[in-house]
Every structure is written in C-alpha cells, then in structure tokens.
C-alpha cells in the first residue's frame, strides 16, 4: 500500500466518524443512545414533618400500696399485663385480727348502750318524784351519768368505724380502670402501710414522650397528627397530647408528648422514632432518586424536545421517604429524567421511555 492510498483511507474514515457523531448529535441515530424513564414535574401535597426519637412512657401511673401494716397477703387476684376495672379486687390481707377487733370494738357499744338506757331510766325517774323526796344534788349526778354515758357511746362507736375501715383495707382494689404495670407482693408476703404492691397504667393508655429540638417546638401544637415507628420499623398513628412548656437548658430539647391509640403494640420502655405532621402544602415535587449531585449541589436532568438532556441545578426542600420538593430550578410540565440519571452527562442524547411522577408506571 502506497503513500497516497493509506491517506485516502484516513481521509474517508475521518469523515465517516465525523457524519456518525453529527447524525446522533442531532437525533438522526439514536441507535446507540442511552434508554432512560423521564416524566413531567407535577404538583402535589407536601407534608413536612418534625423528625425525633424517644421512649414509650405510661399516660399515668398510679402506685398501689396497703394502708394498714403488719398483715399477711393471703389472696392475689390480678398478675402483671391485666386489665382491671375500678373497684376489682387485687389482692386481700390476713383479716382474723381486724375481725376480732371488730367484735371487741362492737360488744363495748353494746355494753354502753344499755348502761345508757339505764342511766337515762334513772334521771327520769329522778325528775318524775315529788321535790324534797330526791335531792338536786343526785338529780344533777344522775343527769351527769347519762352525759357522760353517751360521750363513752359516742367514743366506742368511732373506734368501732376505725376497725370496720380497718377491715375493709384488708381488701385492695383498684383505684381506677387500667392494665397492671408490674406486682411486688407474694403469698404470704407481710405487708407494711405505704409499701407498693402494684403499679396501674391508668385506663391501659400510654405514650410517647419524643424529644424535640427547641427550633421545632415553635411548629408543634396539641392535635398534630404524628407516625410512630416501633423498634421493628412498623408504623401506626398518634396524636400530639401536649407540648411541654419548658426546654432543658443543657440539651436545648423541649419535650413533646404523642398519644398512642388503646390498641398500641408499644409498651412502656420501648424505644421509637416519631414524625409529626406540622404543615401540608401543594408544591411541585419529584423523585428522590430524580436529584444528581455534582459539586455538592442538587441537579436534574431536563429532557428537551429533540431527547438532548441537560444538566439543572435545583433548590429542594423536604419530602417523604421518595419524593422531594422542588423550590427553584423547575417549572409544572418540565420533562425530567426519573431512573437512569446517575449515568448521564449534560449534553447527551437518550431514548425516552414515559411514567408518572406520582406512580412511577411507565408507558
């Protein structure tokens, strides 16, 4: 092969792969040309949420304990987990001594009453003689011996009452409907006054108390609707109950307390992460995995009419687990690239297979 066949034959190559890059630049072979999903930006409702963690908590506990002491549990009716109404009873106590001092307590008003009788017998027999026959000296003793009768009767009969409640506190029962947190007693078990035997979850409701950045707190208000994740990712809805009014000074958290619905798989203890719903607005938004990152900054890919993408830097906001909200950069109706953006460069040509930006379904 000669000189001037070997530059013809450069010649005619350098042509030819000048024609293919100008065809494919301008639609005319696409060949070769990337397939990608695009879509049109489209509005829809954004939610923003405050994100935070913490524990599950009980709504209200109340310590259940014995008010009198010295006595042996006999009886436990209820166990850790049960529901229980108000007024059931929990567990009762050794009664044989509040027995007996019932009795004693009730034979010393008997004993008074009819000493009462008699003494109120004789002052009116004592006043129903002729004058000189009694003196007024005995006349005034015996009305003394009823007055003092009747504050003995009056006396007996309160210790009577204090043995008949002491009785009565024997049995424990439950202050208000609810689920029983934990028991501390046992058979047998002497109890002293003021010791907890069972704690109750008032009305079995419990909650979570979330700790909230003190920027957020401005954002939360009782009502908010909130998501509650459990330790195994399982979701379920609550409701913001109160937003504490104080911010601890060395965390700079204020403390938000989310409400969990009577049929809740949570309990007291529990770790979970909290999103509450603070404000809903119409915005455009996109697909998170839409956004390309270059020279940390959000961008997309805009599909023009002849399938040339270029390369757009966008403002985001919040969003959800797979969509984000657009600030700046787009328009409603823009062509964006939706799945195979990661492997794009500005400028490039593709094929262009259609979805929805709100399901993804491509047509």
Same mark, same amino acid.
């Given at each position: 092969?000669?000189?001037?066949?070997?530059?013809?034959?450069?010649?005619?190559?350098?042509?030819?792969?000048?024609?293919?890059?100008?065809?494919?630049?301008?639609?005319?072979?696409?060949?070769?040309?990337?397939?990608?999903?695009?879509?049109?930006?489209?509005?829809?409702?954004?939610?923003?949420?405050?994100?935070?963690?913490?524990?599950?908590?009980?709504?209200?506990?109340?310590?259940?304990?014995?008010?009198?002491?010295?006595?042996?549990?006999?009886?436990?009716?209820?166990?850790?987990?049960?529901?229980?109404?108000?007024?059931?009873?929990?567990?009762?106590?050794?009664?044989?001594?509040?027995?007996?001092?019932?009795?004693?307590?009730?034979?010393?008003?008997?004993?008074?009453?009819?000493?009462?009788?008699?003494?109120?017998?004789?002052?009116?027999?004592?006043?129903?003689?002729?004058?000189?026959?009694?003196?007024?000296?005995?006349?005034?003793?015996?009305?003394? @011996?009823?007055?003092?009768?009747?504050?003995?009767?009056?006396?007996?009969?309160?210790?009577?009452?204090?043995?008949?409640?002491?009785?009565?506190?024997?049995?424990?029962?439950?202050?208000?409907?609810?689920?029983?947190?934990?028991?501390?007693?046992?058979?047998?078990?002497?109890?002293?006054?003021?010791?907890?035997?069972?704690?109750?979850?008032?009305?079995?409701?419990?909650?979570?108390?979330?700790?909230?950045?003190?920027?957020?707190?401005?954002?939360?208000?009782?009502?908010?609707?909130?998501?509650?994740?459990?330790?195994?990712?399982?979701?379920?809805?609550?409701?913001?109950?109160?937003?504490?009014?104080?911010?601890?000074?060395?965390?700079?958290?204020?403390?938000?307390?989310?409400?969990?619905?009577?049929?809740?798989?949570?309990?007291?203890?529990?770790?979970?992460?909290?999103?509450?719903?603070?404000?809903?607005?119409?915005?455009?938004?996109?697909?998170?995995?839409?956004?390309?990152?270059?020279?940390?900054?959000?961008?997309?890919?805009?599909?023009?009419?002849?399938?040339?993408?270029?390369?757009?830097?966008?403002?985001?906001?919040?969003?959800?687990?797979?969509?984000?909200?657009?600030?700046?950069? @787009?328009?409603?109706?823009?062509?964006?690239?939706?799945?195979?953006?990661?492997?794009?460069?500005?400028?490039?040509?593709?094929?262009?297979?259609?979805?929805?930006?709100?399901?993804?379904?491509?047509?």
């Amino acid at each position: 092969m000669n000189a001037i066949t070997e530059h013809r034959r450069m010649r005619i190559a350098t042509i030819a792969a000048f024609l293919f890059l100008h065809s494919a630049a301008h639609g005319q072979d696409t060949s070769a040309a990337m397939t990608v999903v695009a879509a049109s930006v489209e509005k829809s409702e954004v939610t923003r949420s405050i994100v935070a963690t913490g524990n599950v908590v009980a709504w209200r506990e109340i310590p259940i304990s014995s008010e009198v002491g010295g006595l042996a549990v006999t009886e436990i009716a209820v166990d850790e987990g049960d529901v229980v109404v108000k007024g059931q009873v929990l567990a009762r106590l050794s009664h044989d001594l509040t027995t007996a001092g019932i009795s004693k307590q009730r034979a010393a008003v008997d004993e008074l009453q009819a000493s009462l009788a008699i003494a109120r017998s004789d002052a009116a027999r004592a006043h129903a003689v002729s004058s000189g026959v009694i003196s007024a000296q005995t006349i005034e003793q015996r009305e003394t @011996l009823v007055k003092t009768t009747e504050a003995k009767l009056e006396a007996a009969q309160a210790q009577l009452d204090e043995a008949e409640a002491r009785h009565r506190q024997t049995v424990i029962v439950a202050p208000a409907a609810g689920m029983i947190a934990s028991r501390s007693v046992a058979i047998g078990q002497v109890v002293q006054a003021g010791v907890e035997m069972f704690r109750l979850i008032q009305d079995s409701r419990v909650e979570v108390d979330t700790r909230v950045l003190e920027s957020d707190l401005f954002s939360a208000s009782a009502g908010q609707s909130a998501t509650i994740f459990d330790p195994t990712g399982k979701s379920e809805q609550g409701v913001v109950r109160i937003v504490s009014p104080l911010v601890d000074p060395k965390t700079r958290l204020g403390t938000v307390r989310v409400a969990l619905p009577g049929d809740t798989r949570l309990r007291p203890g529990m770790f979970a992460r909290v999103e509450i719903a603070v404000e809903s607005k119409l915005a455009l938004t996109i697909p998170l995995k839409a956004v390309v990152w270059r020279d940390a900054k959000a961008h997309v890919f805009k599909v023009g009419h002849d399938n040339l993408v270029s390369l757009t830097e966008v403002g985001i906001g919040s969003g959800a687990v797979d969509n984000v909200e657009v600030e700046r950069g @787009l328009d409603a109706g823009d062509r964006i690239v939706t799945q195979g953006a990661g492997l794009l460069n500005d400028g490039d040509v593709v094929n262009v297979k259609t979805a929805s930006v709100r399901n993804g379904a491509v047509r």
